[in-house]
Nanobody
């Protein structure tokens, strides 16, 4: 079983910064990508940023130039550096890992429990 533990959320003033971390543990055979999604009440979960094991990072248009995703492969950890935060960034942020738990397993998504980010204006 794969576990994802997030940290780093909280309350910040508009224009401020936060750094989210997500550490993956457990049975991990291979990782296709790690990323961050966010969700607000009444809305669908949306992709914020993703970093694949092969290929380029991808960002939600509204966070380009403000957010940076990075990954420490040795630690199976993904980070999201968020700068110039605004009220529209307020949401629950979820860490995502797409991969296989063991050789031959189907590729699937794993999710963290979510961490609240609140930006006060």
């Amino acid at each position: 079983q794969v576990q994802l533990v997030e940290s780093g959320g909280g309350l910040v003033q508009a224009g401020g910064s936060l750094r989210l971390s997500c550490a993956a543990s457990g049975s991990i055979f291979s990782i296709e990508s790690m990323g961050w999604y966010r969700q607000t009440s009444g809305k669908q979960r949306e992709l914020v940023a993703v970093i694949p094991s092969r290929g380029s990072t991808n960002y939600l248009d509204s966070v380009k130039g403000r957010f940076t995703i990075s990954r420490d492969n040795a630690k199976n950890t993904v980070y999201l550096e968020m700068n110039s935060l605004n009220a529209e960034d307020t949401a629950v942020y979820y860490c995502n890992l797409n991969g296989r738990a063991y050789f031959g397993a189907p590729r699937r998504d794993y999710w963290g429990q979510g961490t609240q980010v609140t930006v006060s204006s």
